[in-house]
């Protein structure tokens, strides 16, 4: 059974692929639209409160990451 740190990064990871993909680079205006066809794609939607819960070491991620809210709900994004 995978612990919740490695269910985290698992869907963090998919979920990157769509924040990050060339269509939303290209144009972050366009984020609202593009969340909405993508979100079938999204395994989860990340709630603010159970990420600080998890409370992820430091060291987890090389990258920053920053929160966006959406339609109420919170997506992660590498900056």
């Known amino acids: 059974m995978a612990s919740s740190q490695e269910d985290f990064i698992a869907t963090y990871n998919q979920t990157l ?3 990050l993909s060339p269509q939303l ?6 984020f ?3 969340i909405e066809q993508q979100r079938k794609r999204m395994v ?8 600080y819960k998890m409370k992820l070491k430091e060291d987890t ?3 920053e990451l920053k929160y966006v809210s959406h339609k109420g709900c ?3 994004l590498q900056v």
């Open 17 to 19: 692929e769509v924040l």
């Open 25 to 30: 680079l290209q144009n972050l205006n366009n």
């Open 44 to 51: 989860s939607i990340f709630q603010m409160e159970d990420l």
């Open 61 to 63: 991620f090389s990258h």
């Open 74 to 76: 919170h997506y992660l």
């Open 32 to 34: 609202s639209e593009i």
